[in-house]
């Protein structure tokens, strides 16, 4: 039996009428937290990276399945084409979110052409195209989600095309939806005092104060299990990333390590996830929203529309403030290119605002010795 395989989970008194365990290596805990071994510890087998991977398989399976059943309902035309494209996206190894994604995004579609009578895909025309983007549109929908569809459905376009299904021309002239270039929304640093000011659960404030200083997403957040979490090196290794698949570690500092302790202690130990709802299951998003919104009201910041992932926001903008360069940001944030993560950079460039007002203050010096204006 090799340390690196387990993690052992120790037993000792924090109070007079309590209990508590704790997670930790088995390297060097007993050092790190001056520990006797007349204390009581159990070895438990740690949850390995093929256990993960393997867990990860069963979810896409399980959404795969879900997918193809929705896409076969009716009499929607081209639905055997759809099957085809998500059983080669599925063999592709690509993630869960990008499988429901297309299939949502598709199968819309598909719908689409059945309401406007067209019986075959092959007769799929440049204007059917323009018409589904103007329903999408006169249906309300966000600018960014109608963009996203539409990429979904460029994507399986191609490969029909590939397929000699469809003409190369329906790929030309493709229609573009212009986007707003909106800044990343950071909240600001006294509102964030406000709201840590009046989060009183254990579990809500190691949330949002793991949040605000790894820079996880809430996904990430909740699918987190505890033996994850390295408490001496005060990391957290993150296997399969939410958006690109690809793994990273973050860290975390002092202040969460101290709000993690704390919901360690008091968290059922039987719980695989850190954050857990009903049945084992990790908590929801709905759950972590509510908790999020539940402590912005109590802080008089509910009108300010701030979401959960704004915590992530955040931190990027005040690490970035922090000195740290765009690349070693890039890799904790799990960014796939570093434009992405020059969004942050344009909020938060200190240098291009130190530089303005050090030359505004040269302009109102100048003016006050010759006179302008």
Not at 108 to 116: A, D, E, G, R, S
Not at 223 to 229: A, F, K
Not at 327 to 348: D, F, K, N, P, W
């Amino acid at each position: 039996m090799t340390a690196s395989k387990y993690s052992i989970q120790y037993t000792f008194h924090l109070s007079k009428d309590q209990i508590q365990p704790l997670m930790g290596e088995s390297n060097d805990f007993f050092d790190y937290y001056a520990l006797s071994s007349s204390y009581n510890w159990t070895l438990q087998p740690q949850k390995q990276p093929l256990e993960q991977e393997n867990h990860s398989q069963q979810t896409r399976q399980k959404a795969y399945n879900h997918i193809i059943q929705k896409l076969v309902e009716g009499s929607i035309p081209g639905k055997e084409h759809a099957v085809s494209y998500i059983q080669h996206k599925y063999r592709r190894n690509l993630r869960v979110h990008t499988l429901r994604a297309s299939g949502y995004a598709i199968r819309l579609f598909l719908l689409f052409l059945q309401k406007i009578d067209r019986q075959r895909i092959e007769d799929l025309t440049r204007r059917d195209i323009e018409a589904y983007v103007e329903n999408e549109q006169d249906r309300g929908l966000k600018t960014r989600a109608i963009k996203t569809k539409l990429a979904a459905l460029y994507a399986f376009l191609n490969y029909l095309v590939k397929a000699d299904i469809l003409p190369p021309e329906i790929l030309q002239r493709k229609i573009r939806i212009k986007m707003p270039e909106s800044l990343p929304r950071a909240i600001k640093s006294e509102e964030i005092e406000a709201l840590l000011s009046v989060v009183k659960e254990v579990r809500d404030r190691a949330m949002i104060m793991l949040l605000l200083r790894t820079g996880m997403r809430i996904g990430e957040l909740l699918n987190l299990q505890v033996s994850d979490i390295n408490l001496q090196e005060q990391k957290i290794c993150i296997y399969i990333g939410e958006k690109n698949a690809q793994g990273r570690v973050v860290y975390f500092c002092d202040d969460a390590r101290e709000a993690l302790m704390a919901w360690l202690r008091i968290r059922d130990p039987k719980q695989r996830y850190l954050f857990y709802g009903q049945k084992g299951r990790p908590l929801s998003y709905a759950g972590a929203r509510k908790v999020f919104r539940k402590n912005l009201e109590r802080a008089g910041l509910v009108s300010k529309g701030y979401t959960l992932h704004q915590l992530r926001h955040t931190f990027a903008s005040e690490i970035l403030n922090a000195g740290m360069r765009l690349e070693v940001l890039q890799q904790l944030l799990g960014h796939s290119t570093i434009e992405m993560t020059r969004h942050y950079a344009r909020l938060t460039d200190k240098t291009r605002e130190d530089e303005y007002f050090r030359a505004m203050k040269r302009i109102e010096k100048e003016e006050d010795i010759y006179g302008y204006y």
